[in-house]
């Protein structure tokens, strides 16, 4: 398994822009999916983003066009651009990895909370 730490969450205006960061550790090279899921108050969690290591990219309908999702192998890090918020982008976002490439995430990050409103 490999350890997932989030920043970069906060209050913004609609509108407004905010970058997510997750930090892997030992090492981002090995693991062959990660993602980006968000739970918004009272709902289920939903996956947002997800990025293979070969760079193969896939969003959810509600985010494609104002997120972008990037990955660095030598910063062991995957970010997570956010422009235009809306405020039902409003959740707490978590980081994931799905190491084996096997669609099943097993690690996954504490979460950082994303707030959209004026």
């Known amino acids: 398994q490999v350890q997932l730490v989030e920043s970069g969450g906060g209050l913004v205006q609609p509108g407004g822009s905010l970058r997510l960061s997750c930090a892997a550790s030992?090492?981002?090279?090995?693991?062959?999916?990660m993602a980006w899921y968000r739970q918004p108050p009272g709902k289920m969690r939903e996956l947002v983003a997800t990025?293979?290591?070969?760079?193969?990219?896939d969003y959810s309908d509600s985010v494609k066009g104002r997120f972008t999702i990037f990955r660095d192998e030598a910063k062991n890090t995957m970010d997570l651009q956010m422009n235009n918020l809306k405020p039902e982008d409003t959740a707490i976002y978590y980081c994931?990895?799905?190491?084996?490439?096997?669609?099943?995430?097993?690690?996954w990050g504490r979460g950082t909370q994303v707030t959209v409103a004026s």
């Open positions: 994931a990895a799905d190491v084996r490439g096997i669609d099943f995430y097993d690690s």
């Open positions: 990025i293979t290591r070969l760079g193969s990219i």
């Open positions: 030992p090492s981002i090279d090995n693991i062959e999916t």
